[in-house]
C-alpha cells in the first residue's frame, strides 16, 4: 500500500516536473497570464475610485477574481497542449496511474498559480495599498484555495478540452463550480485583513473540504476521463 | 428494451408516440392533481398569519425545489452508474433528470424571485442560498451544454456523468449554506423542525403540493427519456442507411 502510495506520488511528480518544464521552456504563462493579471489589477484601479478607499475594502474579492480568470487561461493551455502531437494518447499509453497523472496535474497547476497569486499579493500591496495582516490565516486560506482551484480545473480541463466548443465551454463549466471556493476565500481574506469580523479559520477549512471533494473526484473519475476523452 | 421505453405499435407502423397506458395514467393523475393544488392553494386555503398571501407562492417554490434536487441526485446517481456499467439507459435517464432539474429549478428561482419582492423588498438578494441556488442552476445549464456537443454517445455519456457527479457535489453546500452563513433566506418551514411551523389546510396544501409536482416530474421525465431514447435509434437508423448507401455505391 505504502510503496503503492510512493508510485503514485512519484508519478505525479514526474507529471508535474513534465508540465512545468514545458511551461518554462514555452513561457506562455509568464509572457501571456503574468501580463493579463497585471492588466486586469490596473483596470480594476481605473474602474473603482483608488481614492476612496473602495479598491482597499475590495481588494480580497479582486484577488481571487482575478486568480480565478487565470486559473481558467492556465487549465486550458496546460490541457490545450496535451492534445498536440499526441501527448493524451502517449500519456494513456505510458502506463502511469491515472491518480499520479490527475495528482501530477494538480501540482503543476497549484505551483503555477501560486506564481500568479504571488504577483497579485505583490500588486495589492503596492497599487492597492494593502497592508498584509493575519500572515497565517493568509497563508491557509491561499494553500486550500489554490489546491481547490487546482483540483477542479485538473478534472474539467480534460473534459472541456476534448469538446469542438473547448474555448468557451471551460469558463462555464469552471467558473461555476468555483464559485464557492471564490466566496469563502473572499470571506476568510476580508477577515484576515481585518476589513470584517469575525473568525476566519472556518472558512479556510471549508475550503479544505471543497479541495478534498475535488481532489477525491479526480482521482476516482481521471481514469474514464482519459479513456473516454 | 426496459420498462421506460418505447411501446412498439401494434398495427406495425413503427413508433408514432411516446406514450403508453402507464404514461396516460400518469399525465391523468398530474391534471387532477395540479387541478386540485390550485384549489386548495388559491380557494380553501387562507393567508398565513406572518407571510401573508405570499405564501402560495411556497405551494410552487417548495416542491420544485425539493424535486430538483431529487432530480440531480438521479443524475448524478445515474452518472455514477453509468460510469460503471455504461449502460445507455443510465445515460439517457440522466440527461432526462438534469433537463428537468434545470427546468424545475428556473421555476424556483422565479417563485424564490416574486416572493422576495414581496417579502424583502426585492426581487434578488445577494443571499447565500439564492446565490448558491443560482451557481447549481450555471452548473447544471454546463451540464445541458456538455450533453448538447456532439460526440459519440460512450464520450457523451462519460463526460455528462462526471459533470453531473462534480455538480451534485455541490448540492449540500448550497443546501446548508443557510445554517453556514447568516442568511436572509426563510428557515426551512417543514423538515427544518420535528414541529412545522405551519398546520391545517396549509400544511396540507404544502404535502400535497409534493403529491402534485411529484406525478408532473415523473411524467415528464419518462416523456424525456423516451424522446431521448428515440433520438438515440434514430441516430442509429441515420448511420446504418448511411453504410447501406455508401456500400450500394460502391457496388453499383
Same mark, same amino acid.
Given at each position: 500500500m505504502s510503496s503503492s502510495v510512493r508510485g503514485i506520488g512519484g508519478e505525479a511528480l514526474l507529471i508535474a516536473g513534465k508540465d512545468l518544464r514545458l511551461e518554462a521552456r514555452s513561457r506562455v504563462a509568464a509572457n501571456h497570464v503574468l501580463p493579463f493579471v497585471l492588466a486586469v489589477v490596473l483596470l480594476f484601479g481605473f474602474a473603482l !475610485?483608488? !481614492?476612496?478607499?473602495i479598491l482597499r475594502r475590495a481588494t480580497p474579492g479582486l484577488f481571487w477574481v482575478t486568480v480565478l480568470f487565470a486559473a481558467v487561461l492556465l487549465v486550458q493551455r496546460n490541457f490545450a497542449i496535451e492534445r498536440q502531437n499526441g501527448v493524451s494518447d502517449a500519456l494513456r499509453l505510458s502506463g502511469l496511474r491515472p491518480a499520479g497523472i490527475f495528482l501530477g496535474k494538480v501540482l503543476s497547476l497549484v505551483v503555477q498559480l501560486l506564481v500568479v497569486e504571488l504577483l497579485m499579493a505583490g500588486c495589492a500591496v503596492v497599487f492597492y495599498d494593502v497592508r498584509l495582516r493575519g500572515p497565517l490565516l493568509l497563508l491557509a486560506t491561499t494553500a486550500t484555495a489554490t489546491l481547490a482551484i487546482a483540483s477542479a480545473g485538473a478534472v474539467y480541463g480534460p473534459l472541456a478540452s476534448g469538446?469542438?466548443?473547448r474555448d468557451t465551454a471551460l469558463p462555464l463549466l469552471l467558473v461555476p463550480v468555483l464559485a464557492p471556493v471564490l466566496l469563502c476565500a473572499t470571506r476568510a481574506f476580508q477577515i484576515a485583513l481585518g476589513e470584517i469580523a469575525g473568525g476566519g479559520w472556518p472558512w479556510a477549512g471549508m475550503l479544505g473540504i471543497v479541495a478534498a471533494l475535488y481532489l477525491t473526484l479526480g482521482v476516482v473519475v481521471w481514469g474514464p476521463l482519459m479513456e473516454e476523452t | 428494451m426496459t420498462d421506460l421505453a418505447v411501446e412498439p405499435d401494434p398495427a406495425g407502423r413503427g413508433v408514432t408516440s411516446t406514450a403508453s397506458r402507464g404514461t396516460r395514467i400518469l399525465g391523468a393523475a398530474t391534471i387532477v392533481s395540479m387541478a386540485v393544488l390550485l384549489l386548495y392553494a388559491f380557494g380553501i386555503t387562507s393567508p398565513d398569519a406572518q407571510l401573508g398571501e405570499s405564501i402560495r407562492i411556497m405551494y410552487v417554490h417548495v416542491p420544485t425545489i425539493s424535486l430538483t434536487y431529487l432530480l440531480m441526485v438521479l443524475n448524478a446517481a445515474c452518472g455514477v452508474f453509468y460510469l460503471r456499467r455504461r449502460s445507455e439507459f443510465a445515460d439517457l435517464l440522466g440527461h432526462a433528470a438534469g433537463e428537468l432539474a434545470v427546468l424545475f429549478l428556473g421555476f424556483s428561482i422565479v417563485s424564490g424571485a416574486l416572493w422576495g419582492r414581496i417579502? +424583502?423588498?426585492?426581487? +434578488?438578494? +445577494?443571499?447565500a442560498r439564492l446565490t448558491t441556488t443560482a451557481v447549481l442552476f450555471l452548473l447544471y445549464v454546463g451540464y445541458l451544454a456538455v450533453r448538447a456537443v456532439q460526440a459519440e454517445p460512450q464520450v457523451r455519456g462519460t463526460r455528462s456523468a462526471i459533470v453531473g457527479i462534480a455538480a451534485a457535489l455541490l448540492i449540500p453546500i448550497v443546501h446548508k449554506s443557510v445554517d453556514w452563513w447568516s442568511s436572509l433566506h426563510q428557515q426551512r418551514t417543514l423538515f427544518g423542525t420535528l414541529d412545522p411551523e405551519i398546520g391545517g389546510t396549509q400544511l396540507f396544501t404544502l404535502l400535497f403540493s409534493f403529491v402534485a409536482f411529484g406525478f408532473l416530474a415523473a411524467w415528464l421525465l419518462v416523456h424525456r427519456f423516451r424522446v431521448a431514447w428515440l433520438a438515440e435509434r434514430m441516430a442509429e437508423r441515420e448511420l446504418e442507411f448511411a453504410i447501406a448507401e455508401r456500400r450500394s455505391e460502391a457496388q453499383s
Amino acid at each position: 500500500m505504502s510503496s503503492s502510495v510512493r508510485g503514485i506520488g512519484g508519478e505525479a511528480l514526474l507529471i508535474a516536473g513534465k508540465d512545468l518544464r514545458l511551461e518554462a521552456r514555452s513561457r506562455v504563462a509568464a509572457n501571456h497570464v503574468l501580463p493579463f493579471v497585471l492588466a486586469v489589477v490596473l483596470l480594476f484601479g481605473f474602474a473603482l !475610485d483608488p !481614492d476612496s478607499g473602495i479598491l482597499r475594502r475590495a481588494t480580497p474579492g479582486l484577488f481571487w477574481v482575478t486568480v480565478l480568470f487565470a486559473a481558467v487561461l492556465l487549465v486550458q493551455r496546460n490541457f490545450a497542449i496535451e492534445r498536440q502531437n499526441g501527448v493524451s494518447d502517449a500519456l494513456r499509453l505510458s502506463g502511469l496511474r491515472p491518480a499520479g497523472i490527475f495528482l501530477g496535474k494538480v501540482l503543476s497547476l497549484v505551483v503555477q498559480l501560486l506564481v500568479v497569486e504571488l504577483l497579485m499579493a505583490g500588486c495589492a500591496v503596492v497599487f492597492y495599498d494593502v497592508r498584509l495582516r493575519g500572515p497565517l490565516l493568509l497563508l491557509a486560506t491561499t494553500a486550500t484555495a489554490t489546491l481547490a482551484i487546482a483540483s477542479a480545473g485538473a478534472v474539467y480541463g480534460p473534459l472541456a478540452s476534448g469538446l469542438q466548443v473547448r474555448d468557451t465551454a471551460l469558463p462555464l463549466l469552471l467558473v461555476p463550480v468555483l464559485a464557492p471556493v471564490l466566496l469563502c476565500a473572499t470571506r476568510a481574506f476580508q477577515i484576515a485583513l481585518g476589513e470584517i469580523a469575525g473568525g476566519g479559520w472556518p472558512w479556510a477549512g471549508m475550503l479544505g473540504i471543497v479541495a478534498a471533494l475535488y481532489l477525491t473526484l479526480g482521482v476516482v473519475v481521471w481514469g474514464p476521463l482519459m479513456e473516454e476523452t | 428494451m426496459t420498462d421506460l421505453a418505447v411501446e412498439p405499435d401494434p398495427a406495425g407502423r413503427g413508433v408514432t408516440s411516446t406514450a403508453s397506458r402507464g404514461t396516460r395514467i400518469l399525465g391523468a393523475a398530474t391534471i387532477v392533481s395540479m387541478a386540485v393544488l390550485l384549489l386548495y392553494a388559491f380557494g380553501i386555503t387562507s393567508p398565513d398569519a406572518q407571510l401573508g398571501e405570499s405564501i402560495r407562492i411556497m405551494y410552487v417554490h417548495v416542491p420544485t425545489i425539493s424535486l430538483t434536487y431529487l432530480l440531480m441526485v438521479l443524475n448524478a446517481a445515474c452518472g455514477v452508474f453509468y460510469l460503471r456499467r455504461r449502460s445507455e439507459f443510465a445515460d439517457l435517464l440522466g440527461h432526462a433528470a438534469g433537463e428537468l432539474a434545470v427546468l424545475f429549478l428556473g421555476f424556483s428561482i422565479v417563485s424564490g424571485a416574486l416572493w422576495g419582492r414581496i417579502t +424583502w423588498g426585492a426581487y +434578488w438578494v +445577494w443571499d447565500a442560498r439564492l446565490t448558491t441556488t443560482a451557481v447549481l442552476f450555471l452548473l447544471y445549464v454546463g451540464y445541458l451544454a456538455v450533453r448538447a456537443v456532439q460526440a459519440e454517445p460512450q464520450v457523451r455519456g462519460t463526460r455528462s456523468a462526471i459533470v453531473g457527479i462534480a455538480a451534485a457535489l455541490l448540492i449540500p453546500i448550497v443546501h446548508k449554506s443557510v445554517d453556514w452563513w447568516s442568511s436572509l433566506h426563510q428557515q426551512r418551514t417543514l423538515f427544518g423542525t420535528l414541529d412545522p411551523e405551519i398546520g391545517g389546510t396549509q400544511l396540507f396544501t404544502l404535502l400535497f403540493s409534493f403529491v402534485a409536482f411529484g406525478f408532473l416530474a415523473a411524467w415528464l421525465l419518462v416523456h424525456r427519456f423516451r424522446v431521448a431514447w428515440l433520438a438515440e435509434r434514430m441516430a442509429e437508423r441515420e448511420l446504418e442507411f448511411a453504410i447501406a448507401e455508401r456500400r450500394s455505391e460502391a457496388q453499383s
